[in-house]
């Protein structure tokens, strides 16, 4: 048989039993019109599936920083960071993010996804254990399989179950490392950051938190070592630029030390293309951006809590409010009779989230009008009662 031929079967296959188990997936193009509304297959939707909180992929003095940065310095970087791929616009970003998240130096890189996937490994070995929140970003596991270090999931927030872990395995190790998203992409809820770091210095551990959905929304956009005027000291916050933030990229928080140390050694900073100058100067008049108005980084928050208190939820923690339907069916029929009033909501279902826990993923931004999310409340209210009174038949 022709090689490509049989990589084509194979192909075909399994995405054949993917379809019949309902795990195919599409992407589908999307036109950005502006922060909120999105045109898909010519039909005009407000969309509330962004991770764009605070509107800055479509911002004017954001696009002219990124297009005055191309015209002086190109449109690609050209080479690894480690090589001349490293413009002088990456100092600027690296100093103003270390000073946003209070930290001695901080370092950019490819995208959040490779800053995981670097860090943990170049951080930890085979003689560590790592203990991540079952409900942590994908990218962490990878970075945590990576590494080749122990693996130990802790129960979503349960502190009780992180100190058990650590009590019975702690002395097997050398090092180890605690793992937890600051803000959960998918429940919208905040670790509690300040017990998980009083519990890694009672175990010498190290903490990290990774703040995709924090930076630029929660902690008057500092993110959530700063929640509730607190100044947290984690010692590894990473996070993206690519979500409130409106770029693209990944970056480090942390000391001197770990920071240089990740320069030297991190596989995915090393061995990969610099970030674009374009990209690099978005993210910085951003951060420029937040930093002069904590009060336009508290506006998706704010619109989340409008919502939760108009549909009657509780009040939410972050701009993601997750509606959990449980049944995968149910949760796809939702959204779809959410498009047919032009609003766009995301149906998540497992292997996402677990069995059973399929949702709607509502995600609120700066740019969203208070009419439009008094219109989502409304439908969807509608549309839930309207399944239950269909389910009671
Ligand atoms: C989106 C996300 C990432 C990945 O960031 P990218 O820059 O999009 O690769 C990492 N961690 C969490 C919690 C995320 O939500």
Redesign the pocket.
Known sequence: MPKQQSLDEFTAGKLRVLEKRNLRRHIVSTEMVDAVQVIRDGQQFVSFCG?DYLGLTQHPKIKEAAIAATEKFGVGSGASRLVTGSHPLFDELEAKLARLKGTEDAVVMG????T?MGVLPTLIGAQDAIIVDELS?A??LTGSDLSGSREYIYRHNDLDHLKELLTENRSNHRNCLIVT?GVF?MDGDLAPVKELLEIADMYDAWLMT?D??GIGVVGGGRGSCFVGGQHLKVPLQMG????AIGS???YLCASGPVVDFIRTRCRTLIYSTGLSPASVAAAIAAIDLIEADPEFAALPLRKAQDFTSAVGMPAAASPIVPIILGDTERTMSAARLLEEQDLLVVAIRPPTVPIGKARLRITFSAAHDDQDIARLADFLKQILSQQEENRGD
């Open positions: 991770n995208s959040g996804y490779l995981n970003h990218c962490i998203d992409s990774d995709a959905h993206t630029l690519s979500k693209y990229g990944g």
